[in-house]
């Protein structure tokens, strides 16, 4: 069976259907090819789907007009065709792979059974299918090791927690989120952890996963230490999902190599989101992915001034469970360099802490820990990368709502 569609988009998350709901609104109608058996949905929400705050359904994406739910296993560039598992030909004139990125398994002893499949009780976090594994799995009690402690363990770890869990959390490196955040703000996301009852441990490598009949029962450190697990999560990171693009010969170097049109090395090819390379980064971020989306709708519907320059993102991270809300967002450069200005407000008995880097009269980075009414501001203050006025306007803007 063939159809002929003009825009074909290869995957169904946070791109790809933003893309397409654009591209229809602009009347260029495309056909949105998905192989979750699920409607489309926010992967940013999942912790709080496996936290219980949320039903799946709540976390649904608005869907698209046409939307077919099969996998495509290989691209015919020369026909412009792609094929599907269930047989199926698709003809295109342009094709989108928004295809994201896939959960990184660390080389880990007992990791996989003989089959290749995960034991019983170990779950990577990146799809919903993963969400609802785990949140059958778990109960009050529960012994769970969480491996990875950037924003995927942390925001698993806390779920964890909030539905009774015992959990671990075992980091390679030697503090919480150390990507997003500076060491101050890294030790209160480790007391909002603590305080739930989550057992942190950093600079601390996992080399083996130790199973019986099938079901894992512990995790190994490399010390020799063991940690009895009944669960395992790994959220170990993301690695951009480019098998599609590597077999059709397309330029893959971290991610699909992709020019401020968001075009791939075929003119006829494009690819947004987490599997996408733009300028050298690979950003796997839910702004990123969307305002990729944004520009190539626009392209593709007849805007051929329309042009991906870069995001510059913010990470925003809110953790909720006993007491109250645990929010933090952080941007830019969150460690000074020498020469740099900065500004730091704390205040322990709420827990909250702001900081601000600039550098050359322009700031550079922040991170804000607990009240976050003035991120907008602070945000916009370095989205613009202007000189900031001589009148003192960084207490200010750490001072005052600026709104969010």
């Known amino acids: 069976m063939t159809s002929n569609t003009r825009v074909v988009v290869i995957g169904a998350g946070l791109a790809g259907v933003r893309l397409a709901r654009r591209l229809g609104e602009l009347g260029t109608p495309a056909l949105l090819v998905g192989d979750e058996e699920h409607a489309p949905y926010n992967r940013v929400l999942l912790a709080e789907v496996l936290a219980g705050r949320y039903a799946p359904e709540v976390i ?239 392209l593709l519907a007849g805007d051929t001034s329309a042009r991906y320059r870069g995001t510059r993102s913010l990470t925003r991270l809110t953790l909720t469970g006993p007491g109250s809300p645990f929010d933090l967002a952080a941007f830019g450069e969150t460690e000074a360099r020498p020469g740099d200005d900065v500004v730091r407000l704390t205040d322990a008995t709420r827990g909250t802490y702001r900081k601000v880097v600039v550098r050359d009269d322009r700031l550079v980075g922040g991170v804000l820990v607990g009240e976050l009414g003035t991120v907008g501001a602070l945000a916009r203050a370095w989205e613009g990368a202007e000189p900031l006025p001589d009148d003192g306007p960084l207490l200010h803007l750490l001072t005052n709502d600026g709104g969010s």
């Open 60 to 298: 649904t994406l608005p869907p698209p007009t046409g939307l077919l739910r099969t996998r495509v296993t290989g691209i015919d560039r020369a026909a412009r065709t792609v094929s599907c598992a269930d047989g199926m030909s698709i003809a295109y004139d342009t094709l989108v792979l928004a295809t994201g990125s896939n959960p990184v398994l660390p080389p880990l002893r007992g990791l996989f059974t003989p089959d290749r499949r995960l034991p019983e009780g170990v779950h990577a976090f990146r799809t919903l299918d993963d969400c609802l594994g785990l949140a059958k799995a778990v109960r009050p009690g529960t012994r769970a090791v969480v491996i990875g402690g950037g924003l995927l363990g942390v925001s698993a770890a806390r779920a964890l927690a909030v539905r009774g869990a015992q959990v671990v959390l075992a980091q390679q490196a030697e503090r919480l989120m150390e990507r997003q955040l500076d060491p101050d703000a890294s030790r209160l996301v480790l007391r909002h952890l603590t305080d739930l009852g989550v057992e942190v441990h950093t600079e601390c490598r996992v080399r083996d996963v130790r199973c019986v009949a099938g079901a894992v029962r512990s995790v190994e450190l490399a010390d020799g230490y063991a940690l009895d697990a009944d669960l395992v999560v790994l959220a170990c990171g993301v690695r951009p999902r480019t098998g599609l693009a590597e077999q059709a010969g397309l330029t893959v170097r971290k991610g699909v190599l992709v020019d401020d049109e968001l075009r791939t090395s075929d003119p006829h090819i494009h690819a947004i989101g987490d599997c996408a390379q733009h300028d050298g980064t690979v950003y796997g971020l839910a702004a990123p992915a969307l305002e990729q989306a944004e520009a190539l709708a626009e």
